[in-house]
């Protein structure tokens, strides 16, 4: 058996895939890729199967597939198609920890199988613990799998706390970069464009979630996905407005003591650290100069503008279906307003709407959780038409 940790990336041509793969390439002597699966992106997933030689690798459409096929065996890379292939390939036994770098909901049945086999999770993927944070914490749990945060502030608060774990966390600190739209009121949001929202002051990412930093819903998102990964209520967990995006997060403890974790806005360093825990390994990556930033400011952030994020605080609150809900309907409007649909303020007014219109279940199975995410989605479209 190799000793190098056996890595699957599930999404492995986008934002995240991309940089954990630069990971993996620096320190191949650690790891090694196994499984590499994409939705449609054939040309930089065969250049992908040619560097790394993974042992399987899943392409979700027929059409990417059929142009892909013949040269992955070929390499001696196994290659499956369809929405199944991608949960069957979280069993296979070359795994030791999957990186779910897939978008929204779609992450959700791939994440529960590799729990139910037993693998350590690098999650990059917060939808999935939005919409089913109990089941999620409470399999893993039962599996004694190991659910590390990839999401930069999740892994801030995560790095403050190694060392910690028997000391109570009394509150958490999540910063917010404001996004493009910091400082705007939503009259001045009413006309803004595809093309101004996708442009984040300090973080390069997929358009989704860039979208949801626009509007503050990926801060909303956070919120529910801190309270599972840390076990928190939601009046231990505070937003703070830091345009510099320094500080990626604090955790405050029982004696008042806070820890930051801080550095240059980098994915690539949280996601090595999910794949590296407990160790820290070497970078390359450009380091901090304090008189670079002579000043780090802090703001609260406006949920009168940014209503996405005051929704997510009561789906937190409420619980239940809540947050698969509002979950659902924003992955529908913020396609819809990518596709010149809707405005940049009918994202939020619609996922309020949706919200008031589906019916409240205190402990939802996941057969339950699924049917939210289906009529959410039906309401948005509806409203969206
Ligand atoms: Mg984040």
Known sequence: MSSKKRIAILGSTGSIGTQALDVIRNHSEKFEVSVLTTNTNADLLMEQVREFEPNTVVIVSEEGHAKINDECWNLGTKCYTGEEALVDVCSMDEIDIVLTALVGFSGLKPTLKAIEYGKNIALANKETLVVAGEIITQRAKEKGVNIY?????????????????????????????????????????????VKESLNHPNWSMGAKIT????????????????????????????????????????????????????GLPNMKLPIQFALSYPNRIESNFERFNFLDYPSLTFEAPDQETFINLRL?????KKGGNMPCALNAANEVTNQAFIDGKIGFLDIGDINEKVVQNISFQNKPELEQLFETDNESRRIAVELIK
Not at 213 to 226: C, D
Request: glycine share 6%.
């Open 211 to 262: 979208i949801d930093s626009a509007t503050m819903m990926n801060k909303g998102l956070e919120i529910i996905e801190a309270k599972w990964l840390f076990g928190l209520k939601e009046d231990q967990i505070d937003v703070i407005v830091h345009p510099q995006s320094i500080i990626h997060s604090i955790a405050q403890f029982r004696d008042g003591s806070m820890k930051a974790q801080m």
């Open 149 to 193: 945060p990839v999401d930069s502030e999740h892994s801030a608060i995560f790095q403050c706390i190694v060392g910690e774990f028997h000391n109570p966390l009394e509150k958490v600190y999540l910063t917010a970069s404001g996004g493009p739209f910091r400082g705007k009121n939503r009259n001045e949001l009413k006309s803004v464009t």
């Open 312 to 316: 997510a605080y009561e789906a937190l």
